[in-house]
């Protein structure tokens, strides 16, 4: 693999991350209605969900990872059709992605709001920071 399409392997992980977590969701929402004898027809709906099931923390983080993380699978996808990877971009990048696993683990666990709210706003710091040099870069290119 060149170096350019290295920029590629971080999102792939994300995505498989984000694989896991909507397993979970099932896992959890599955195991919630037989365990409560709820009838599917009873969450047919987000509202009816929401009033209905209690165990819904990796419901919130499954759309948690389709909130921010658009930003990094779409700057990822700019920097390999530019060719403007660098071994930064590409460091920050793997950076972003184990700052999201920890704030998978933290949200899918015990759930510390603080501590998780610090591995969101690291990994968004992570995240401006990479689209600014992405940013410089373009403009700089021939």
């Known amino acids: 693999?060149?170096?350019?399409?290295?920029?590629?392997?971080?999102p792939t992980v994300l995505a498989f991350l984000t694989g896991f977590v909507w397993l979970r969701v099932g896992s959890d929402r599955l195991g919630e209605l037989r365990a409560r004898?709820?009838?599917p027809q009873q969450v047919a709906t987000s509202k009816?969900?929401?009033?209905?099931?209690?165990?819904?923390?990796?419901?919130?983080?499954f759309r948690n990872l389709f909130e921010v993380p658009v930003l990094f699978y779409a700057?990822?996808?700019?920097?390999?059709?530019?060719?403007?990877?660098?071994?930064?971009?590409?460091?920050?990048?793997?950076?972003?992605?184990?700052l999201r696993a920890v704030h998978t683990y933290i949200h899918l666990t015990h759930n510390k709001v603080v501590r998780r709210f610090q591995?969101?706003?690291a990994s968004t710091i992570v995240l401006y920071v990479m689209w600014g040099i992405f940013a410089v870069r373009l403009v700089m290119a021939d």
């Open 1 to 10: 693999m060149t170096f350019q399409y290295a920029i590629l392997l971080p």
């Open 37 to 39: 004898r709820i009838h």
């Open 48 to 61: 009816q969900m929401g009033e209905t099931l209690q165990n819904v923390q990796s419901a919130d983080h």
């Open 75 to 98: 700057l990822c996808g700019f920097l390999a059709i530019t060719k403007l990877t660098t071994l930064l971009l590409l460091a920050c990048a793997w950076g972003y992605v184990v």
């Open 119 to 121: 591995t969101f706003v």
